[in-house]
């Protein structure tokens, strides 16, 4: 998966990032400072994560981002691990079913990935679609939950 930046505030997790230099990183604002032990719990699930050895994170989150946006990965949340659903089975969960493409650009600004697992969510054909990580560390992220599709 290669290395991961995690950002929080003094209460929450705020951003899990797979490629820290690229556009998602804005998160750092002017004064940030870098202090591991501060988001020790959410580094240690997620390493537990890639071991295997845990399937639902519990750790605080505050993701930054519009009321729809929250609400979009409110829904991530509740796909269980090792299951995929769809742009229109979120949107359709929301009260919102025409509104798909709103939820896959909502998806696209997750700024918690894999936490907020939108590598879960795929295209309505069951095919493999965009991913901020890249398709290949959705593909893995994926295997490793144990799909069984991809």
Same mark, same amino acid.
């Given at each position: 998966? $290669? ?26 604002? @002017?004064?940030?400072? +870098? @202090? ?10 997620? $390493?537990?994560?890639?071991? $295997? ?9 505050? %993701? ?7 609400? &979009? ?5 509740? *796909? %269980?691990? !090792? ?6 089975? #979120?949107?359709?969960?929301? !009260? +919102? ?14 700024? #918690?990935?894999?936490? &907020? %697992?939108?590598?879960?969510? #795929? ?11 890249? *398709?290949? +560390?959705?593909? *893995? ?6 799909? $069984?599709?991809?």
């Amino acid at each position: 998966m $290669g290395e991961l930046l995690l950002i929080g505030d003094s209460e929450a997790l705020t951003g899990v990032y797979m490629n820290p230099h690229e556009r998602f990183a804005e998160e750092m604002a @002017d004064g940030w400072r +870098r @202090d591991p032990a501060a988001l020790s719990a959410a580094a240690e699930q997620l $390493g537990a994560y890639f071991a $295997g050895e845990l399937r639902e994170f519990t750790v605080p989150l505050a %993701p930054r981002g519009t009321v729809f946006q929250r609400s &979009v990965w409110r829904a991530l949340t509740t *796909i %269980p691990y !090792g299951r995929t659903a769809t742009y229109g089975e #979120i949107a359709r969960s929301l !009260g +919102r079913p025409n509104a798909s493409r709103a939820v896959g650009m909502a998806n696209n600004r997750n700024p #918690i990935s894999i936490v &907020v %697992p939108c590598h879960r969510v #795929i295209g309505a054909n069951g095919a493999m679609v965009g991913y901020g990580g890249g *398709i290949s +560390r959705k593909e *893995i992220l994926l295997r490793l939950e144990g799909t $069984g599709r991809f």
